[in-house]
């Protein structure tokens, strides 16, 4: 960008977005989890990846959203095969379905 003085001048930088360490961490988990289940790496695009790990901590623990992931990704292998659910994105989806079993367990129902 240049000036009325002919001269090149550097725009301002715009700050850094603070990232959560937590997010990694997710991504990681994911990782990891999948990994041990399929035996192969799973779909990890980092920007979706990363806004959807984002979501998943959003109101809960680190080790809420670990579980979520673990108990997801623990559910019956046709659910997989047949329906294709094996994103982080459908961790998400299925999260108030888990987090409802987890309570009613919990509550011993």
């Not at 990694?24 to 990846?49: E, M, N, Q």
Request: proline share 8%; aromatic share 6%.
């Amino acid at each position: 960008v240049t000036q009325g003085d002919g001269v090149p001048h550097r725009l301002p930088s715009r700050p850094k977005k603070s990232s959560d360490p937590n997010v990694k961490l997710i991504i990681d988990h994911y990782h990891a989890s999948y990994l041990a289940r399929f035996k192969s790496p799973p779909p990890i695009a980092g920007g979706k990846c990363g806004t959807i790990a984002k979501r998943l901590l959003t109101g809960r623990t680190l080790e809420d959203a670990k579980w979520l992931i673990s108990a997801h990704l623990s559910r019956a292998p046709e659910m997989y095969e047949r329906k294709n659910l094996y994103g982080l994105e459908h961790v998400l989806s299925s999260a108030p379905i888990l987090l409802a079993r987890r309570a009613k367990e919990e509550r011993g129902e």
